[in-house]
């Protein structure tokens, strides 16, 4: 009975993880669709108020809605003084360099060329960092099967600008 109760737990745990990684890339790829309505607004802001300006705009907002979200929600808070490396904390400065260099291109190439360029480099660049494991990732090697996808991607980077 003890072997059958294991068992159970066993096909239940997997059933839930199952369904957090499939609930997790539903996620993932509605995060891609707010990143190309989000490339279009913080564009036309940009074109509207400048480049710079806009970039404050769109932070001040993302700051007050994390400070609502933070509020609102049940999450542990953490202790503020936790040591975590200093690098970390660059990820404000690559957002604000992100906002508006992705701003940059949309005034010149679109919201399409601007997504698939910057996925681009996004897929390269989290490929080093998986195959290497930097910054204390886990190493998850680059296999020659994803070669195949991988030149997918930069053919149809290539097509989506080159047809603009």
Not at 24 to 39: D, H, P, Q
């Amino acid at each position: 009975m003890k072997k059958v109760f294991k068992c159970m737990l066993w096909y239940q745990k997997i059933w839930i993880w199952e369904k957090r990684t499939r609930m997790n890339k539903y996620l993932s790829a509605f995060t891609g669709a707010l990143v190309a309505v989000m490339i279009l607004f913080n564009g036309v802001l940009a074109d509207k108020f400048g480049n710079y300006t806009s970039s404050v705009i769109i932070h001040v907002v993302g700051l007050l809605t994390s400070i609502v979200a933070l509020l609102i929600s049940k999450e542990k808070k953490r202790d503020l003084c936790e040591k975590v490396p200093v690098y970390l904390y660059s990820a404000g400065v690559i957002g604000v360099f992100t906002v508006v260099f992705t701003n940059l291109g949309f005034l010149a190439l679109g919201v399409s060329a601007t997504i698939a360029l910057g996925l681009l480099g996004q897929t390269l660049v989290s490929i080093v960092m998986d195959h290497f494991g930097w910054l204390g990732m886990k190493v998850i090697r680059f296999e020659k099967q994803k070669l195949v996808g991988l030149l997918f991607i930069l053919i149809g980077t290539v097509i989506m600008i080159a047809f603009e």
